[in-house]
């Protein structure tokens, strides 16, 4: 069972950046794949980016070039930098998380894939 907490959501204006973190209990981050997605009022779940359990990264369209995923297994935690904010970018953000064979390098972006989620964070971007 894996426990997952995020913080560092907020407000932000447009064109400003936040940090995003997902701290784990029960396992380790660097034992699963793990994901963060997004979900704006009216709108289905997204997801934006996964970090696999062999390092390699996958983005959204939506956010690549603006959003980098991490992870700091010393810290058992799993960080989403959000850069060039905008309007859109407006929603809850979750952490997820599958548990993996050791080097596996499989990701998946659909919500399905993935056994735990944490309650997520806000992120609110104004003009």
């Known amino acids: 069972q894996v426990q997952l907490v995020e913080s560092g959501g907020g407000s932000v204006q447009s064109g400003g950046s936040l940090r995003l973190s997902c701290e784990a209990s029960g396992d380790t981050v660097s034992s699963n794949l793990m994901a963060w997605f997004r979900q704006a009022p009216g709108k289905e779940r997204e997801g934006i980016a996964t970090i696999s359990r062999c390092g390699s990264t996958r983005y959204a369209d939506s956010v690549n070039s603006r959003f980098t995923i991490s992870r700091d297994n010393a810290k058992n935690t799993l960080f989403l930098q959000m850069n060039s904010l905008s309007l859109e970018d407006t929603a809850m953000y979750y952490c997820?998380?599958?548990?993996?064979?050791?080097?596996?390098?499989?990701?998946?972006?659909?919500?399905?894939?993935?056994?735990?989620w944490g309650r997520g964070t806000q992120v609110t971007v104004s003009s």
């Open positions: 997820a998380a599958r548990p993996t064979p050791t080097g596996s390098c499989f990701y998946t972006l659909n919500q399905n894939g993935y056994n735990y």
